[in-house]
Antibody, heavy 118, light 110 residues
Framework: EVQLVESGGGSVQPGGSLRLSCAAS????????MNWVRQAPGKGLEWVSY????????YYADSMKGRFTISRDDAKNSLYLQMNSLRAEDTAVYYC???????????WGQGTLVTVSS | QSALTQPASVSGSPGQSITISCTGT?????????VSWYQQHPGKAPKLMIY???NRPSGVSNRFSGSKSGNTASLTISGLQAEDEADYYC??????????FGGGTKLTVL
């Protein structure tokens, strides 16, 4: 059974940093592209970042460029999102999602809440 | 502002059919047959309902169907049931090699 379990969320002041983790199991993690998708309270889904298998390609949404860094450790079956210079508008539930055939999010984690507030 | 445009809300009575549209451009919806639809109940993670415009993953009811014409994709739910009440999001692969989402549509079953 495919499982994605996020952790690392919490409350942080504006300008602060957080590192999110996503532990994957039930599939060959190294073979799949992975993504972070977020959802602000009461709002829609927003794609955050993409990392290909073997980390050969990495993309970010424009509002996250230069502040967020996606990475993966295939030996640990884990995906990460380092978030720096956090802003109030980054407050959201952050989901880890597996990307199938580079175009379909077929499995999602349960999400981890990040709250940026003074 | 989302990359893909969806109606904010739709509604229907049990047993009826509804259709949710998802409008993009030739750089996303119109350029690729890589549109997906997701269902999200409150407090839950999204669930894949349709992929590659019209394909259903194993376990998804055949009451859910997808189609596309030009730059607009559509999700149709037939035989509406109370449990279909949820938010629905479309997504599309784009010419920038990323996947973008629609703004979401709240489905109310009357």
């Amino acid at each position: 059974e495919v499982q994605l379990v996020e952790s690392g969320g919490g409350s942080v002041q504006p300008g602060g940093s957080l590192r999110l983790s996503c532990a994957a199991s039930g599939f060959r993690f190294s073979s799949y592209s992975m993504n972070w998708v977020r959802q602000a309270p009461g709002k829609g889904l927003e794609w955050v970042s993409y990392i290909s298998s073997r980390s050969s390609a990495i993309y970010y949404a424009d509002s996250m460029k230069g502040r967020f860094t996606i990475s993966r450790d295939d030996a640990k079956n884990s995906l990460y999102l380092q978030m720096n210079s956090l802003r109030a508008e980054d407050t959201a539930v952050y989901y880890c999602a597996r990307l199938w055939n580079d175009r379909t999010f077929d499995y999602w984690g349960q999400g981890t809440l990040v709250t940026v507030s003074s | 502002q989302s990359a893909l445009t969806q109606p904010a809300s739709v509604s229907g009575s049990p047993g009826q059919s509804i259709t949710i549209s998802c409008t993009g451009t030739s750089s996303d919806v119109g350029g690729y047959n890589f549109v997906s639809w997701y269902q999200q109940h409150p407090g839950k993670a999204p669930k894949l309902m349709i992929y590659d415009v019209s394909n259903r993953p194993s376990g998804v009811s055949n009451r859910f169907s997808g189609s596309k014409s030009g730059n607009t994709a559509s999700l149709t739910i037939s035989g509406l049931q109370a449990e279909d009440e949820a938010d629905y999001y479309c997504s599309s692969y784009t010419s920038r090699s990323i996947v973008v989402f629609g703004g979401g549509t709240k489905l109310t079953v009357l």
